[in-house]
């Protein structure tokens, strides 16, 4: 993506109140899609329970997410480069949100996986914009620092929330939607950070005229595919090895299953296995993902 530099109002000194509500909502954008990553897996025993679903069924409300959003981040970043991040922000936030929509109001398991693959791509689209307007947007420097800054407490703090927000909203069990509400919280986020982008974040592009390698877009998903297939589903293949060690890493699940095991009495434990210090050792590699 290319260092645009920040309009002479952005590299003032200082971050003034409109640009601190600029980048909140800028950081909104990474917010959601990692949320997004961990807050199924606390709702996936009612999920289950709730549209009949089978364990391998379950399985992909996870993995299609995870498949999409790796596979499509180059391309998302692409499109950014020759349509503008702003432009390419504001759209993509919209289809989050209403692929979110569409994963809520899911009648049937089938209808809830088609909306998570396309959850996936939309954050996809959306992730890479939050790094180029944060680069964007601020003056090169301890501005810029701050800003990066912020966004990797925002990052942390998704994963924590994803998993306390979902077990919250399943057990307040608001206006009866139960597990619904875990992807329904993304409307009122995504439809603020749409109407306030326009106001606060400047369209900067640059002139140079750019078109999509429809080649590298194929090549590049293909590969991000070969590379995140084995990571997201060697779990279940049994590609870790001896043991089911993979059990403890492969996905964020472990910690609201803790095993694999489809039997009631093995949901919302934390297997004891992930507490061995080769999984402790290889959990960070698997969060670097996203």
């Not at 917010?31 to 961990?38: L, P, R």
């Not at 349509?83 to 569409?102: C, D, E, K, N, P």
């Not at 060697?234 to 059990?247: E, I, K, M, T, Y």
Request: a positive charge; aromatic letters at 6%.
């Amino acid at each position: 993506m290319n260092d645009h530099e920040p309009s002479a109002e952005v590299a003032g000194s200082g971050i003034d109140a409109r640009r601190r509500v600029a980048l909140a909502v800028i950081l909104s954008g990474i917010f959601v899609t990692i949320m997004d990553s961990s807050i199924v897996n606390v709702a996936i025993p009612v999920i289950r329970s709730t549209l009949h679903a089978s364990f391998g069924e379950a399985e992909l409300t996870v993995a299609s997410y995870a498949l999409a959003f790796s596979a499509g981040m180059i391309t998302g970043g692409r499109l950014g480069d020759i349509y503008g991040q702003r432009r390419v922000f504001m759209v993509a936030f919209a289809a989050f949100t209403l692929t979110s929509f569409i994963c809520g109001v899911a009648p049937n398991i089938e209808v809830l996986i088609a909306g998570r693959l396309l959850q996936g791509a939309s954050a996809a689209m959306l992730s890479p914009q939050v790094f180029a307007l944060v680069r964007m947007s601020f003056a090169e420097g301890d501005e810029r620092a701050a800003a990066f800054g912020a966004m990797g407490v925002a990052i942390g703090l998704a994963n924590v929330a994803g998993l306390v927000l979902g077990g919250v909203l399943i057990q307040a069990d608001l206006f009866g939607l139960a597990w619904r509400m875990v992807f329904l919280v993304n409307l009122p986020i995504g439809i603020a950070a749409i109407f306030l982008t326009p106001l606060v974040l400047a369209d900067m592009r640059s002139g140079e005229r750019k078109r999509l390698d429809l080649a590298g877009v194929g090549l590049s998903t293909l590969a991000m595919l070969l590379l995140m297939l084995p990571l997201v589903e060697g779990q279940d293949r049994s590609a870790a090895g001896p043991g089911g060690q993979s059990r403890c890493w492969s996905r964020p699940r472990s910690l609201s299953w803790g095993s694999t095991s489809t039997n009631a009495g093995s949901r919302g434990a934390v297997s004891l296995r992930c507490l061995r210090p080769t999984c402790l050792a290889t959990a960070p590699l698997m969060s670097a993902r996203f």
